[in-house]
């Protein structure tokens, strides 16, 4: 039968329509934090979960690999029950390193960072399939570009305003120092006020809205600063790199 596009919550239930994007993947580590803070405003994450598709045990084991569009439906779905469009940027503020569990802690072991964010655009698909980070070098600046290979079917802005903030958010725990964003741009229509405040607040610069980019932009020196991880978050990110060689084999839920 014929999906009509406008129904969001038809579409996101209906099978054959996911059959299209079953190659992208992600790991179940995007959803920490995910269910204190959807209860914190009053829903059920469990119920929201099982709107679009996806399996309870993603809020217990970081390890799974799940849909990606799927999750990024998801992410669109609590924004809208939630009647929250900061849900990316709240969400993703309060994660780090953590969410991509081994490879977080791969990326401590680099000497600058310059070494660690290349080893991000290489290695990015340790997470999730779906994604790819390009960066853009000039004289004085360098510029990060996300884009999710799924986003013209599917509406992806808290996923990517979510992956922008997190990605500032592997910044800071990288280096505390380092310097805030030059620039930055959403490639979503200019929201409300008061959520174009908590994003320039959040990112310490101007954002600019429309167009199809979502990027950061850094000095240039950012690259030559060495990695300095606080020492607790070290070793917790060493502990995982540790479980997940015990770990057998991950599952696969679509």
């Known amino acids: 039968?014929?999906?009509?596009?406008?129904?969001?919550?038809?579409?996101?239930?209906?099978?054959?329509?996911?059959?299209n994007f079953m190659r992208y993947l992600?790991?179940?580590?995007?959803?920490?934090?995910?269910?204190?803070?959807?209860?914190?405003?009053?829903?059920?994450?469990?119920?929201l979960l099982s709107?679009?598709?996806?399996?309870?045990?993603?809020?217990?084991?970081?390890?799974?690999?799940?849909?990606?569009?799927?999750?990024?439906?998801?992410?669109?779905?609590?924004?809208?029950?939630?009647?929250e469009p900061a849900f990316g940027l709240?969400?993703?503020?309060?994660?780090?390193?953590?969410?991509?569990?081994?490879?977080?802690?791969?990326?401590?072991?680099?000497?600058t960072m310059g070494e660690a964010l290349l080893g991000l655009q290489r290695n990015l698909g340790f997470h999730a399939r779906g994604i790819q980070m390009h960066s853009e070098i000039s004289d004085t600046t360098i510029t990060l570009d996300l884009q999710l290979a799924f986003a013209d079917e599917i509406n992806c802005q808290q996923m990517l305003m979510l992956s922008l903030?997190?990605?500032?958010?592997?910044?800071?725990?990288?280096?505390?120092?380092?310097?805030?964003?030059?620039?930055?741009?959403?490639?979503?229509?200019?929201?409300?006020?008061?959520?174009?405040?908590?994003?320039?607040?959040?990112?310490?610069?101007?954002?600019q809205f429309g167009g199809r980019d979502y990027s950061l932009s850094y000095p240039l020196a950012l690259l030559a600063q060495p990695v300095a991880v606080m020492p607790r978050l070290q070793a917790r990110l060493q502990q995982h790199w540790r479980d997940d060689w015990q770990l057998a084999p991950v599952s696969i839920s679509m």
């Open 90 to 111: 709240l969400l993703g503020r309060q994660q780090g390193l953590e969410v991509v569990g081994a490879l977080g802690a791969w990326l401590c072991q680099q000497n």
């Open 51 to 83: 709107d679009v598709g996806l399996p309870v045990t993603a809020l217990q084991n970081p390890d799974l690999y799940l849909s990606y569009p799927r999750l990024a439906a998801l992410y669109e779905r609590t924004a809208q029950v939630l009647d």
């Open 1 to 19: 039968s014929t999906i009509a596009p406008e129904n969001r919550h038809d579409l996101i239930n209906h099978e054959s329509f996911w059959m």
């Open 165 to 207: 903030t997190l990605l500032e958010r592997g910044m800071t725990d990288l280096q505390p120092a380092h310097p805030p964003p030059q620039a930055v741009r959403m490639g979503m229509p200019r929201p409300a006020a008061a959520l174009v405040h908590a994003c320039e607040e959040f990112f310490r610069c101007p954002v």
């Open 26 to 47: 992600a790991r179940s580590g995007g959803l920490l934090g995910y269910a204190d803070l959807v209860r914190r405003h009053g829903h059920d994450p469990v119920a």
